[in-house]
């Protein structure tokens, strides 16, 4: 006699689905380049977009020309480092589907950190590694000023990462204890019904 397998994965794992398709590449590029342009508020050229994520120039205007007839963006010329460039900024409407990708994106982004262990070690590399160490960034710079600037600001984004971790942390227990009544009542439940567990859900969002 056949016996029907069920795997350990089936019985005990979930996982949001991974919107592997034609579109993720195209929406993955959508937050990145929203969520760097409006961090931007002097607006930032093309170039240092692919630069800072190493993407081929084709590839970074393409996005940014769909993203600028849908309205997310605006561009404008003006002098950067004695260069005439466009900078790009973002929208009303931009900040819109920039919140629009981060809610769609937040499962999926979540999912990819639960199979990356988490380091014991910094996230700033203080010595050699396959990443440019911190001293091998700061040896860029020539005078006190560039490198006050780009520690500040390195500081800035440090201090949003752990703002956004803490209310990530939040959202998690809250999303945690909801989890926890649902399932103390279905294991009250003499029989599983969907509609009663609708009905608590119901409940539960009043």
Do not use: C
Not at 6 to 28: I, T
Not at 43 to 71: A, C, H, P, W
Not at 172 to 181: A, F, G, Q, V
Request: aromatic residues 8%; charged residues 35%.
């Amino acid at each position: 006699m056949n016996k029907q397998r069920h795997s350990s994965y089936e019985q005990h794992h979930f996982r949001p689905p991974m919107p592997f398709g034609p579109g993720m590449v195209k929406e993955m590029s959508q937050l990145v380049f929203l969520w760097t342009i409006s961090e931007e508020t002097e607006g930032i050229t093309g170039y240092d977009l692919q630069k800072n994520y190493k993407v081929k120039q084709t590839n970074v205007y393409r996005t940014l020309k769909g993203m600028e007839e849908k309205g997310y963006i605006t561009s404008e010329e003006a002098i950067v480092k004695g260069r005439a460039q466009k900078l790009y900024k973002i929208t009303e409407q931009g900040k819109e589907k920039l919140r629009e990708l981060r809610d769609d994106w937040t499962n999926q982004i979540a999912f990819l950190s639960d199979i990356i262990p988490p380091t014991r070690r910094p996230l700033i590399r203080i010595r050699h590694s396959r990443r440019p160490s911190l001293i091998e960034q700061l040896k860029k710079f020539k005078t006190k000023e560039e490198a006050k600037k780009f520690l500040q600001a390195l500081e800035k984004h440090y201090e949003k990462r752990k703002e956004q971790l803490q209310q990530r942390m939040i959202n998690l227990n809250s999303s945690l204890k909801i989890i926890t009544e649902i399932s103390t009542k279905v294991k009250k439940m003499d029989d599983y019904s969907i509609e009663e567990i609708e009905k608590i859900i119901q409940e539960m969002a009043k």
